[in-house]
């Protein structure tokens, strides 16, 4: 299967000699990519008594809000960078520039975070910013730069569409 689970029991995982205890893991993961994101990536806890993120160790959450509200921000930001640069793919084709060019020559700058033009992909990427709007929306917030991300992600099926469309009358 290629849906995505969350695992809401108790498990044991046994790794070489190490068994290692995992107790109600809520990341959501392919059923074949358990292990690595265990191992690799820093998945969410609910520990007897407390919420934590694992890593290198436990950093305990606060509360079960922080550490869910970790989780939503995560994803919200990756939509946000990706929104980010398929807008100025955009200006850029249109500008006649190459945008690979213009990340990579970005790229020579320390503190510049390479992300890439494309669809943006994975489930709770594209649920989470309305989640985290409709929240913000009940309590008086209106977000603005969250739904812009979203939005240009929406729409880029549909950009690249029209620009094929272009690239083709073009080309006759």
């Known amino acids: 299967m290629s849906s995505t689970l969350t695992l809401r029991e ?10 290692m205890f995992i107790a109600r ?9 358990i292990l690595s994101r265990f191992c690799c990536s820093t998945p ?24 869910e509200a970790s989780k939503v921000i995560e994803n919200c930001q990756r939509d946000i960078n990706i929104g980010f640069v398929n807008e ?12 690979e060019d213009v990340l990579r020559a970005a790229g020579t700058k320390w503190n510049f975070l390479n992300f890439q033009p494309g669809l943006v992909g994975g489930h709770c990427i594209g649920v989470d910013p309305f ?13 603005e730069v969250i739904l812009s991300g979203r939005r240009v992600n929406d729409n880029l099926a549909e950009r690249v569409a029209q620009e094929a469309g272009h690239a083709a009358r073009y080309a006759e």
Do not use: C, M
């Not at 108790?10 to 068994?19: D, K």
């Not at 290198?56 to 959450?61: D, E, L, V």
């Open 25 to 33: 893991y809520l990341d959501r993961a392919l059923e074949t990519e």
């Open 88 to 99: 100025l793919s955009g200006i850029f084709n249109r500008l006649g520039i190459d945008t």
């Open 10 to 19: 108790t498990a044991h995982l046994q790794a070489g000699a190490l068994l």
């Open 131 to 143: 989640y985290l709007a409709f929240q913000a929306q009940r309590h008086g917030y209106h977000p």
């Open 44 to 67: 969410l806890l609910q520990l007897p008594d407390r919420w934590a993120v694992w890593k290198a160790g436990i950093h305990q959450a606060p509360s079960i809000k922080v550490a």
